[in-house]
């Protein structure tokens, strides 16, 4: 295995004779470079990073048990989980780089070009994504808690991370979107870092539907649930819609959820009482609906 | 070393407690248990009380004017909403307030002396009362109607007549369930009392979540002109109606400091003067029983009998006041916050109630509200099942934490 110095002499023979003198400049600075990557500085930096991703993942569970157990709170914390995070990985490079390693400025500005050209052909989506990260941290077009939809999924994030944002769905299903995608798309955001969201129940009924009790009843319904957030209006809405040639009333019930997670409790709620009432006082269809003439 | 270790232990179980991290073992399973049985043998404490003592604080004995509070001078105000109805003005009267805050004392002393000449209609609802027929048929035995098929004969009736009248309606938040169908006795209510307002000075008492509730949902506060309340007392209001009582009696008091008053400097620095240590854990124990109280009467009067640790001849000992945390009594499951949050919005609730407002099965509610009085949380009366006052103000604020009640 050739060591620098011999690369350096077969690899440029004819410059070296020509002027040995730069060869002589150029020869502590590559001694320099192999001290710079010892086994002691790699050890040493290897031990830092795997503290850091383990206090991470601490602060990550400590902070996962405090949002838990202070309901009032639980949004608020858990946003701060993607900043220190960030933040500790940061000190850790830095730890790493300036700390440890410490090339000269000369180095950092060669590893980077390099880096830079490398990963820029070969990485180019983990960079993007990178991007897409810090952009999500310092743009926040949501945080942790908030109940989103991108991309035709819609659930709760659970994480943000560097690489990738996490939701989970309301099936339960873990869903990972690249932070490019996010960056690239448009998100909607129920509760925009607040504990209740706006729930819509639909019902949809025949034309000849007696409007003013089923929007009672309706009212009444949602006013009723358990889950439902009084401080903001509930809104009963009808729109006249044709489906398959029948007229057809839409009845959406808009009411809002004490807290993000009781979402499709109130939805399911709303309705079966909605339905059910309808039911006891013979207000729903058992009739064709109303055709629309031809 | 064992210094340290208690020193240490001293600052990682709070720490456990806020993360969560608190693991049930078989010594706080035990602390559950007493826990429970301090919450469930209030009665039974009470009644070892002497006599005259207890009678003192009897919460279901009417108080004379001379040991009642009177906060923001709630009496003058309806005084006044009175005069201004006899002059023609169609007033009506809410009296809000906590269960428990005094509001059927103040309607009692108003009575006394605003209404002692006039005819008084009492209507106190004892249970609930949520369908149609049976708010008619409470009205109409209360005004001596017959016909009571429809709101407007009861508003024709009561109008037909030549003599003024006050009613006095105790219990508004017994006149709703939280059911799809349970708000039909309010709205008969609401046509009755809008109708005959010339005719009837209308006085309701209504606590004060089922109040926000109905405002937020149908705005109740626009079928009355004037609202007062009644759980709004201050510190020393609250000193003032323990003391009151007490002063009464021919009891002196010996207040008992916990650890950390024994270890504070403003402690230490009374110890010489017996008189000075009383009179500062006094005024510590009452700043507690504030904060904890937040102006409700009849919890600072269980808080107090239950502080007394022993009466010997003429001295009662009261202990270092410690509020009970219900936070170890294992209740912060979703549907026992709001069984609870239910209980809070109607004063009382039976079992079948219950199933109305959640829309659970009767096994259901009975096991939730059963689970709940074994724990002391809740005490069951004929009326249904209600608050036990001692968690009174613990399970609000809770409530309120978790956004269920606002």
Redesign the interface.
Known sequence: MLNAQDTLSTVQPDSAVTDSSNVLNIKPKIVSFEELFSTGKIISSIIVLILAFLLNRFITF?LG??A?????YRLLIKRLIPFLNVALWSVALFIVIGGIINPPVETILTVGASIGIAVGFAAQDILKNIFGGFIIILDSPFQVGDKIEIDGYYGEVTGIGLRSTRIVTPDDSLVTIPNADIVNNSVSNSNTGA??CQVVASIYLPADSNINTVKE?AY??A??S?YV???KP?VVITENQVIDKNYIIHLKVKAYV??IRYEFLLKG?IT??ILT?LNRRQLLPRSVPIKQPE | MRFASRKLRQIIIPIQTIFGFKIINNQSAQKIVGLSTFLTETDQKIQELPKSYRELFDLNKQVDQELYVNASDNIRGVGKAYEAWKQGFPSSVALIGEKGSGKSTLSHLLKEEYFKDEKVINIEIKQSTWKIEQILSLLGSSFEITDVNRPETIVNAINARDEKVIVNLEGLQKLYLRNINGFDALDALWLIISETKEKVFWMATCSRYAWEFLNKIEGIETHFTHVFLTDALSEANITSVILNRHNKSVYKLNFEADESTRRSRNYKKRLNDPKAVQEYLKEIYFERLADITEGNTSVATILWLRSIKKVERRTITISPFQPVNIETLEILKPETLFTLAAIVLHDTLKVAELCRVLNLTLAQSRVLLSRLKSRGVLIEEESGYYLNQLVYRQVLRLLKRRNIIH
């Open positions: 400590l048990k405090l838990e157990n202070q309901a009032s504990l209740d009843v009444k319904a006013i009723s358990r957030y009084l401080n509930v004490l807290d709620e079966e009482l009432e």
